[in-house]
Structure formats: structure tokens, C-alpha cells
């Protein structure tokens, strides 16, 4: 991250004007807790173009990091405006509509970024994985899961995904399949992959 801070700096310096060289250079702020720095290149980037692409996301989580959780999700839903596809974004909506207590508005974003995003596992886990902590709907959690699979997840995800599926089938009542999924959580988490 020192190395790519680095280079963006030496960017700004070959171009001052440089919004999404601002906008990383932010976000690698903000990642080693400089707020104040992240802060002030997210200004100095929209300043430079208003509609860069990733400010919104970047602004949204200095907000969350700061504890502003309305504002942050105001931020993320106006990156998704600008970049409907965007999964951090969506994830990150919905991780703060979670945080704020909306549960409708946490599954409206995560139903969003799998309309999006419907080739890849992690809106599918996350919403079914958000109705396993909230125990609702465990059979459609169930089939969201299972839909997450059919995208191919890799490595933690996989495993994820599995351990998913056996604690869901274990409330469900299924054991057979509770171990099943647990074997196979096991195996990925051991690197042995756990191809059905």
C-alpha cells in the first residue's frame, strides 16, 4: 500500500488535476486511518471532476468509519446511481442498512446487487447469510445459497458457502445434508477443495 500511495502522489505530480488518481489516493488513506488526508482528496478530486467514478464509495466509507451511517449510505446509494453495477457499493449499503436496524432496506440492496452482479456468489451468501443471523427464512436462505454455489465461489468463499449450507440445513432439520456441507466446508478449509 506505501508503494502504491507512492506512486499516486508521483502521479499528482506529473498531473495536479487528476481526480481518480485523488479519489486511490483517498482510499489508500483512509485504509491506514488517515481520515483527515482521505478527506481532503476526496474534496480535491470532486473539485476536479464532481463526477468521478468511486468518490461516492470512498466518501461512503470515511463516513462509516467515522460512525455517520445515514450519511454513509446516502454516499453508497449515490455511487450506485452513478455505477449500478458496483458490488462494494451494494455490499457496503447493505452492510449499513444492517448496521441501522433496516432489515427491508439491507435485503432491497443486496436483492439489487444480485440483479446487478448475478454471475457472482457474494450478494447471494450475504443475503442468505443475513437471513440466518436475523432466523427468518431459512428455506429461501437455502436456495440462495445454493445459487451462490452455481456461481462458482473459490476459496474462502467456498468454504463460506458451505458451512452456510450445513447450518442452514441443521435448522432446517436435515442432518444428512448438515454433515455433507460440513464435510465439505471441512475440506476446503483443510485445501483439499471440496468438489462434490
Known sequence: FAEAEAMFRRSLTLDPQSA????????????????AT?????????????????????????????????????AYRHELTNTPASLPAALSLSRVEGRL????EQERALRSAIQAN???????????LTFLQREVRYTEAVELAHLALQQGPQGQELQLNYFLLADLYNRLGDSERE??????GRSVAAGSGGNR
Open 179 to 184: 454433515h455433507e456441507f460440513a464435510r465439505l
Open 101 to 104: 436496524g433496516r432489515p427491508e
Open 38 to 74: 482521505a478527506n481532503s482528496e476526496l474534496d480535491a478530486a470532486l473539485a476536479a471532476d464532481p463526477r468521478v467514478p468511486e468518490a461516492s464509495m470512498v466518501r461512503g466509507q470515511l463516513l462509516e468509519r467515522q460512525g455517520r451511517l445515514e450519511e454513509a449510505a446516502m
Open 118 to 128: 448475478p454471475k457472482s456468489p457474494g450478494p447471494y451468501l450475504t443475503l442468505a
Open 20 to 35: 481518480p488518481a485523488r479519489v486511490r489516493l483517498a482510499a489508500l488513506t483512509l485504509r491506514r486511518g488517515d481520515i
